[in-house]
T-cell receptor, first 114, second 116 residues
Framework: AQSVTQPDIHITVSEGASLELRCNYSYGATPYLFWYVQSPGQGLQLLLKYFSGDTLVQGIKGFEAEFKRSQSSFNLRKPSVHWSDAAEYFCAVGIMEYGNKLVFGAGTILRVKS | GAVVSQHPSRVICKSGTSVKIECRSLDFQATTMFWYRQFPKQSLMLMATSNEGSKATYEQGVEKDKFLINHASLTLSTLTVTSAHPEDSSFYIC????????????FGQGTRLTVV
């Protein structure tokens, strides 16, 4: 069965420091991969997505992610974190044979300390 | 960009009553919409896939008679929580897949349901 693992429930980084959020997936075919961000009580905002092509994907707000097939990973990175980046981040895999429904990871809560 | 409007954003209802949540794609047509549920401090779990003009496909363990889904047009899907109980209190989020680009679905802002 398809699954997404985000091993870090909480991460705290200092403002200005670099960030990497981990995501591993289990899926038999070539995956469609997504990273979303959610502020408390809000819906989801798409940060970036990977469908094919260049394995390093650029997103909004200075985020990027790298698809590594050999490691079944799609880690999210940002070189310098801002206080406004504090939120919860979800990695998801799209199951294309079921209309691209999404299977989400458990989420990682990012705290930014000044 | 594609906009999905979900209404209401918050609703409080009494036990035993029914609540309807609407999900609208404002600037695109969506044959397929998805309904997710998010428990506090947890991830999103897909409840059902809503298909315009046909019956919804429910995920295992989701009661279809409890969570009624109607997708009567290419821009509107509704989720009705029937005979609501406190354990139905949750955050419900819909997403809609643009017919012109089926690789991505766009999310609404969610509905916080509280059953008292």
């Amino acid at each position: 069965a398809q699954s997404v693992t985000q091993p870090d429930i909480h991460i705290t980084v200092s403002e200005g420091a670099s960030l990497e959020l981990r995501c591993n997936y289990s899926y038999g075919a070539t995956p469609y991969l997504f990273w979303y961000v959610q502020s408390p009580g809000q819906g989801l905002q798409l940060l970036l997505k990977y469908f094919s092509g260049d394995t390093l994907v650029q997103g909004i707000k200075g985020f990027e992610a790298e698809f590594k097939r050999s490691q079944s990973s799609f880690n999210l990175r940002k070189p310098s974190v801002h206080w406004s980046d504090a939120a919860e981040y979800f990695c998801a895999v799209g199951i294309m044979e079921y209309g691209n429904k999404l299977v989400f990871g458990a989420g990682t809560i990012l705290r930014v300390k000044s | 960009g594609a906009v999905v409007s979900q209404h209401p954003s918050r609703v409080i209802c009494k036990s035993g009553t029914s609540v309807k949540i609407e999900c609208r794609s404002l600037d695109f047509q969506a044959t397929t919409m998805f309904w997710y549920r998010q428990f506090p401090k947890q991830s999103l779990m897909l409840m059902a896939t809503s298909n315009e003009g046909s019956k919804a496909t429910y995920e295992q363990g989701v009661e279809k008679d409890k969570f009624l889904i109607n997708h009567a047009s290419l821009t509107l899907s509704t989720l009705t929580v029937t005979s609501a109980h406190p354990e139905d209190s949750s955050f419900y989020i819909c997403s809609a897949r643009d017919n012109r680009a089926d690789t991505e679905a766009f999310f609404g802002q969610g509905t916080r349901l509280t059953v008292v």
